[in-house]
């Protein structure tokens, strides 16, 4: 089992940047042995997958956030972050990080992005 927490979020203004964290908490190195990611969701819309990390550090973004935001993980933490830059307001969203494979079946509370002047 699995237990994530996500912190970091905040308001910020349009072009600005902002690095979000999640910790996980499990029984035995499950966080150092998965593909993770970040997910966000706005208001009204789905809960969509915007970067993922291997375990062996590959990484990939989605065309949306690709040459602004880097994901990276320190496995000896336990712990995924996500450095988001060139913030625009349709960044707004709850950021959420799971396996980026086959989510573990509980998610964390989010944290709160907002982009906004």
């Known amino acids: 089992q699995v237990h994530l927490v996500e912190s970091g979020g905040g308001l910020v203004q349009p072009g600005g940047s902002l690095r979000v964290s999640c910790v996980a908490s499990?029984?035995?190195?499950?966080?150092?042995?998965?593909?993770m990611g970040w997910y966000r969701q706005a208001p009204g819309k789905q809960r969509e997958l915007v970067a993922f990390?291997?375990?062996?550090?590959?990484?990939t973004c989605v065309v949306a956030v690709k040459g602004r935001f880097t994901i990276s993980r320190d496995n000896a933490k336990n712990t995924l972050y996500l450095q988001m830059n060139s913030l625009k307001p349709e960044d707004t969203a709850v950021y959420y990080c799971?396996?980026?494979?086959?989510?573990?079946?509980?998610w964390g509370q989010g944290t709160q992005v907002t982009v906004s002047s």
């Open positions: 799971n396996a980026g494979d086959v989510p573990f079946p509980t």
């Open positions: 499990d029984s035995g190195n499950i966080f150092s042995a998965r593909t």
């Open positions: 990390i291997t375990v062996g550090g590959r990484t």
